[in-house]
Structures are given as structure tokens and as C-alpha cells.
């Protein structure tokens, strides 16, 4: 069996057990259930005023995966303000992605300017990296970006999809859109820096994106996986997404 991509964001699980002051959908018990059924690991994004992950729940999903999973990944994203750079070194997920996100951002829409004084973001890639933990930055479709990140010292990208995910009833577009993400991923490996997928993919728009650019090393999915997982359940689209990737 291949190695798993897939690395399932929980937020949407939070933000939905959030509406009640109640302990159900457990975050951390359907995240069993995704790693259990083949994902590569756990992505959550916890923003400072908890509307969906808590730092609980990240505290909690550390944990999860030491005791029970430890050979399975998580991945924190978040903005590298000085609360959340203390969350990285409270938890030491295997990965943290730094997005240049607002606080009141609904979702993460568009990747670093790494044109722009960028030491503060300098600053914090070389603390997490002090804590071994994996820096990746959230890069646009753009094949002049992965050239800065490796500058500022990333070991990855993660290149928004969101582009191209929006292109699910525009072939024409969604191809124009197909050929900037494969340009900036192998950008990407020419200039030593692993690659990551992530926003709006979906077991449609994954295999043109697979077939084009294979060294794709995870695909953090959340909000397609979660529509998917209300009609086929979380075990199910697992091996769905997986499927969608040619590893299964």
C-alpha cells in the first residue's frame, strides 16, 4: 500500500461540536477515525478566538497521536504570532504551516508576499525549526515564490488550490489554473523544498493535479473532505480521497 498524502483538517468537526456547549462530534475521535482508516496525519488551523479548534483541541490531538498513532503526522497552521509560535512549542506537531492570514479571516484565500519585509517571518521559521518541527509556508500559484521561501529557510510549500478548486464548472479555467500549480511545484523542487496541495480539493479536481505533479507529498484537505464525509463517512472517504490520489 502506498504512502498515504492525506492529511484530514478536523476544523469543520470543531467548529460544528461548537454550536452546542457539548463534547460531540469528538474532534479527536473522528480524527482516529481518519488516521485509523489510512490518512497521513491530522491539520488543524486554531485561530485566536477559537471559533472552531481550540488549543485544547490541539493539546488533545498531540497527544492522540503519541500515544496511539506515532506514525502518523500533525500539522498546525496558523499566522506565527508570538501565541501562536508558544501553541508550536507547546504541542511540537511534526509540522507547522505559517499563513499570512488576518484573524478574521473566514479561511486562508492567498498565500505570503515573500516581496515584502519578510524578518519577522524569518524569525519565526528559525524558532520552529529550533524545535524540529517541520516549516512549511503558504505560497500562491506562483512559480517565482518557492525560490523566497527557500531563502527564509522553509523546508516546504504548500501551494493554495483555491484557484483552481473554484474552476469546478470552468474546464478552460480550471486547466489555465492546473498548468500555474504544476509551474510553481516543480519550482518548488528546483529549488530543494518539498511540496504540499491545499484549499478546495476535491476527489474531482485531485487527479489531473496528481497525474501532473506525482512528488506531491501531502494534500491537507478539510472542507471538501468533510462535505464528502456527511454522505460516505469518514473511513470511506478516506480511502475515497486516497483512491483520488492513485494510492489505492
Not at 500562491?140 to 464548472?169: F, M, N, Q, V
Amino acid at each position: 500500500m502506498a504512502t498515504s498524502r492525506l492529511s484530514v483538517n478536523v476544523n469543520a468537526v470543531a467548529m460544528l461540536r461548537n454550536r452546542r456547549d457539548l463534547p460531540w462530534p469528538s474532534v479527536t475521535g473522528l480524527a482516529a477515525l481518519a488516521m485509523e482508516a489510512g490518512a497521513k496525519g491530522i491539520t488543524v488551523h486554531p485561530r485566536p478566538d477559537e471559533r472552531h479548534i481550540r488549543k485544547s483541541d490541539v493539546h488533545d490531538l498531540a497527544e492522540l497521536i503519541e500515544d496511539r498513532f506515532p506514525n502518523k503526522e500533525l500539522c498546525l497552521e496558523g499566522y506565527p504570532s508570538p501565541d501562536f509560535l508558544d501553541l508550536v512549542g507547546a504541542a511540537r506537531p511534526d509540522q507547522v504551516l505559517f499563513v499570512p492570514d488576518h484573524p478574521d479571516q473566514t479561511t486562508s484565500d492567498h498565500g505570503w508576499d515573500l516581496s515584502k519585509d519578510t524578518s519577522a517571518l524569518e524569525a519565526a521559521i528559525l524558532t520552529a525549526k529550533d524545535w524540529a518541527v517541520t516549516v512549511s509556508l503558504f505560497c500562491d500559484p506562483d512559480p517565482a515564490a518557492p525560490a523566497h521561501a527557500a531563502r527564509l529557510g522553509a523546508e516546504r510549500i504548500e501551494i493554495y488550490t483555491g484557484p483552481y478548486g473554484a474552476c469546478h464548472d470552468a474546464p478552460d479555467r480550471a486547466a489555465r489554473e492546473l498548468d500555474k500549480l504544476v509551474a510553481t511545484a516543480e519550482a518548488a523542487g528546483d529549488a530543494g523544498l518539498g511540496v504540499n496541495a491545499g484549499h478546495d480539493l476535491t476527489v474531482e479536481n485531485i487527479p489531473p493535479l496528481i497525474d501532473r505533479a506525482p512528488f506531491i507529498r501531502e494534500m491537507s484537505i478539510g472542507h471538501g473532505f468533510t462535505a464528502d464525509a456527511l454522505i460516505y463517512g469518514f473511513a470511506e472517504s478516506v480511502a475515497r480521497f486516497r483512491r483520488a490520489m492513485g494510492e489505492l
